[in-house]
T-cell receptor
């Protein structure tokens, strides 16, 4: 069965410092991996995705993620955090079907 | 603005009542998804449409739940005989519908349901 794990409920980082939000996955086929962000009272917004090719994927708002097949991970990163990055982040996986599995989410808090 | 709209944004109802939610996807999108999100959890897949055809339903979708997309455009999600456990955020998303599994989904703002 497909599953996604986000091991940290919350990540705290100071503004200007690098941030990492972790995600690991378990699938039986080739994974398609996504990161979405949710701001208060708004729907989920797409950040980036890995389908195939270069393991380092760049997305919106300066975020990037690295696909690591051996570690089955797809961690979200940003070199310099902003207070406005504070939000709820979801990792998701699909294997080419119609059912996307989301992680439980990680709340990012960036302190000024 | 993602272009997916949902109505209503909030719904308070009494246990046992029926409720219906509407989702209007991005106009050229063929796929439409419904999810349920409870506090502290990620979205859980409920069902999926390709045009007007409902192709998959989660086991979370009990007999009290029904979804339709009659003309392949907007969709409705109905919950009959609501229970307190149905209280959640109901999210709708759409995608172009050309490549299974690889497409970005565009989410609406959600309908927050509270069952008293």
């Amino acid at each position: 069965a497909q599953s996604v794990a986000q091991p940290e409920d919350q990540v705290n980082v100071a503004e200007g410092n690098p941030l990492t939000v972790k995600c690991t996955y378990s699938v039986s086929g080739n994974p398609y991996l996504f990161w979405y962000v949710q701001y208060p009272n708004r729907g989920l917004q797409f950040l980036l995705k890995y389908i195939t090719g270069d393991n380092l994927v760049k997305g919106s708002y300066g975020f990037e993620a690295e696909f690591n097949k051996s570690q089955t991970s797809f961690h979200l990163k940003k070199p310099s955090a902003l207070v406005s990055d504070s939000a709820l982040y979801f990792c998701a996986v699909d294997t080419g079907g119609f059912k996307t599995i989301f992680g439980a989410g990680t709340r990012l808090f960036v302190k000024a | 603005d993602t272009g997916v709209s949902q109505d209503p944004r909030h719904k308070i109802t009494k246990r046992g009542q029926n409720v219906t939610f509407r989702c209007d996807p991005i106009s050229e999108h063929n796929r439409l998804y419904w999810y349920r999100q409870t506090l502290g959890q990620g979205p859980e897949f409920l069902t999926y449409f390709q045009n007007e055809a409902q192709l998959e339903k989660s086991r979370l979708l009990s007999d009290r739940f029904s979804a339709e997309r009659p003309k392949g455009s907007f969709s409705t999600l109905e919950i009959q005989r609501t229970e307190q456990g149905d209280s959640a955020m109901y999210l709708c998303a759409s995608s172009p519908g050309r490549i299974a599994g690889q497409e970005t989904q565009y989410f609406g703002p959600g309908t927050r349901l509270l069952v008293l």
